[in-house]
Nanobody
Framework: QVQLVESGGGLVQPGGSLRLSCAAS????????MRWYRQAPGKERELVAS???????NYADSVKGRFTMSGDGAKNLVYLQMSMLKPEDTGVYYC?????????WGQGTQVTVSS
């Protein structure tokens, strides 16, 4: 199993920035198997960012050019730098690790974009 702890959420004005962190522990093979999802009120959870098999980040169209995902494999940390935030980015952001039979989630961190 893998344990995931997100941090860095909060209230930010439109156009502002936040950096989320996800600390992983347990049976981590590689941070390349970690992903960021978000869930807005009344909506389904959606994939925001993930790594390709080669370690390059992929992004949902709605966040391309504004969000950057990076990882520190030595420390089992993954980050999501969010810039030019919009009200529609509001939601609970979750870290996920999925590989073979393991599919674990963090508890989530709330991001609210509002003036």
């Amino acid at each position: 199993q893998v344990q995931l702890v997100e941090s860095g959420g909060g209230l930010v004005q439109p156009g502002g920035s936040l950096r989320l962190s996800c600390a992983a522990s347990g049976s981590i093979f590689s941070t390349n198997y970690m992903r960021w999802y978000r869930q807005a009120p009344g909506k389904e959870r959606e994939l925001v960012a993930s790594f390709t098999s080669g370690g390059s980040p992929n992004y949902a169209d709605s966040v391309k050019g504004r969000f950057t995902m990076s990882g520190d494999g030595a420390k089992n940390l993954v980050y999501l730098q969010m810039s030019m935030l919009k009200p529609e980015d509001t939601g609970v952001y979750y870290c996920n690790y999925r590989r073979l039979g393991i599919n674990n989630w963090g508890q989530g961190t709330q991001v609210t974009v509002s003036s």
